[in-house]
Each structure stands twice: as structure tokens, then as C-alpha cells.
């Protein structure tokens, strides 16, 4: 096998690397941070997700160093042809674009998680619903912001009211301190099932049909939301 042969196979392999990355998961991971993003709620963490997603960035940005070492030691001799520059340009855009979509995913969790701060410690608290709903990483976030966030309060102001007053997740007289997502809120959803949805409102009811678009409240879709039937938009 000469040059030529070791240089196409090469080129050949990487443009098979290229059109076999996982596209399924890509697009899993656009839905999960639209739906993130319009949701009034923190949604479970997609641990298998961004476990692939983690590891398809990764690989990519490996392919791209051996490759650019690769283009180094034979751009000299001109054998590197302009479709395979090219390819290398794509791969590094694609891997700053799910890049972006996996930093604003977490973004927009942590945000909820310092609006919602105490509800979702107490959430996490329930070893069946806070397993799903937060990553370990988000846990010992959560826990330290919480404990950044009394220690400011109390040497601000909280030092100075009585002891029965100084509780932030305190709940007597009708007055509950804890902030809650608001999950009747309207939000724009569109169905993906093939079958139909049917929603019972107050008054009426309504069916949900395939590429159709709705606006509906967050609670009478949640429990689709979650198995997929359904995407916010």
C-alpha cells in the first residue's frame, strides 16, 4: 500500500466518523433543553443523555487533534486535499454548537435551582424523586448555595429579628415561605404521538393530534411531557 492508499483510507474513515455520529442523540439533547427552558419546573436530569452527549464531544475532539496532527505532518507535501479541510471545519462547529446547547441546558437548570432553592432541597430530600430530578453535581450545588445563601441572610438582617422569625422554609399562619414553580402556568406544546391526547379541562375537553400545535396548562401535559408524547415549544 502506498502514500496515496494510506492517505485516502484515512480520509475515507474520517468522513465515515463523521456521518455515524449520533444524531439521535443530538436531537435528543436540542428537545431536552427546549424543554427545559419552557418548562415552570425543573425537569428530571437527563443523566443518560449527557453522559452520551459528554462522551460524543469528547471523541470528537480527539478525531480533531490526531487530525490536525495528521493535516501538520502532510500539508507540506500537499496531499491534503480542501474537501477533507473542509470536513474538519464542520466537525468543529458541530462540536461548539452542542457545546452551547449543553452549557444553556445546565444554565437554565441552575437557574431554576436558585429560584426554587429550598422546594427543590426538600424535593431532593425523597430518595425516589430526587435521584431523577437532580445530578450529583447539582445536589452539592444546591446544598452550597443554600448554606452561601442563609449565612448572607442571617449576617445581613435575620441576626437581628426574633428567633421565630428568622426560618425560611417557615409555613405558619397561612404563610408558606417557600417558593414553589408555578405549574399551571400556559405554556406552547406540541404533540409527537402518534395517537391522539386527550385532555380533560374544566369545562370541556381536548384532543391533541399529531404536529399540532397548543396552548395548554403545564399540569395537564406534565405527565406526557415526561414520557415523551410531547415537546414544549
Known amino acids: 500500500?502506498?502514500?496515496?492508499?494510506?492517505?485516502?483510507?484515512?480520509?475515507?474513515?474520517?468522513?465515515?466518523?463523521?456521518?455515524?455520529?449520533?444524531?439521535?442523540?443530538?436531537?435528543?439533547?436540542?428537545?431536552?433543553?427546549?424543554?427545559?427552558?419552557m418548562a415552570p419546573e425543573l425537569l428530571p436530569y437527563k443523566s443518560s443523555l449527557m453522559n452520551s452527549i459528554l462522551t460524543h464531544i469528547s471523541?470528537?475532539?480527539q478525531y480533531l487533534l490526531d487530525s490536525h496532527e495528521y493535516g501538520e505532518m502532510n500539508s507540506a507535501n500537499g496531499v491534503i486535499s480542501s474537501d477533507f479541510k473542509l470536513q474538519l471545519m464542520i466537525i468543529e462547529t458541530d462540536v461548539e454548537r452542542l457545546s452551547y446547547v449543553v452549557r444553556l441546558y445546565l444554565r437554565t437548570r441552575l437557574s431554576k435551582i436558585?429560584?426554587?432553592?429550598?422546594?427543590?432541597?426538600?424535593?431532593?430530600?425523597?430518595?425516589?424523586?430526587?435521584?431523577?430530578?437532580?445530578s450529583a453535581e447539582e445536589k452539592e450545588y444546591i446544598h452550597?448555595?443554600?448554606?452561601?445563601?442563609?449565612?448572607?441572610?442571617?449576617?445581613?438582617?435575620?441576626k437581628k429579628l426574633p428567633q421565630i422569625l428568622t426560618y425560611l422554609d417557615d409555613n405558619s399562619g397561612g404563610q408558606n415561605m417557600i417558593v414553589a414553580p408555578d405549574i399551571d402556568?400556559?405554556?406552547?406544546?406540541?404533540?409527537?404521538?402518534?395517537?391522539?391526547?386527550?385532555?380533560?379541562?374544566?369545562?370541556?375537553?381536548?384532543?391533541?393530534?399529531?404536529?399540532?400545535?397548543?396552548?395548554?396548562?403545564?399540569?395537564?401535559?406534565?405527565?406526557?411531557?415526561?414520557?415523551?408524547d410531547l415537546i414544549l415549544i
Open 59 to 61: 471523541n470528537q475532539q
Open 114 to 134: 436558585n429560584k426554587f432553592t429550598i422546594f427543590y432541597i426538600n424535593k431532593s430530600n425523597k430518595d425516589d424523586e430526587g435521584e431523577a430530578l437532580l
Open 1 to 37: 500500500m502506498d502514500i496515496d492508499d494510506i492517505l485516502k483510507e484515512f480520509e475515507e474513515s474520517s468522513t465515515k466518523r463523521f456521518q455515524a455520529s449520533t444524531s439521535n442523540i443530538c436531537q435528543d439533547l436540542m428537545t431536552a433543553s427546549m424543554n427545559e427552558r
Open 185 to 228: 402556568q400556559f405554556v406552547f406544546v406540541k404533540c409527537i404521538s402518534e395517537t391522539s391526547i386527550l385532555l380533560h379541562l374544566e369545562d370541556d375537553e381536548l384532543e391533541l393530534v399529531k404536529n399540532g400545535v397548543y396552548v395548554v396548562k403545564y399540569s395537564l401535559i406534565k405527565r406526557y411531557l415526561d414520557i415523551g
Open 144 to 158: 452550597q448555595y443554600y448554606s452561601l445563601l442563609t449565612s448572607l441572610y442571617n449576617n445581613c438582617f435575620l
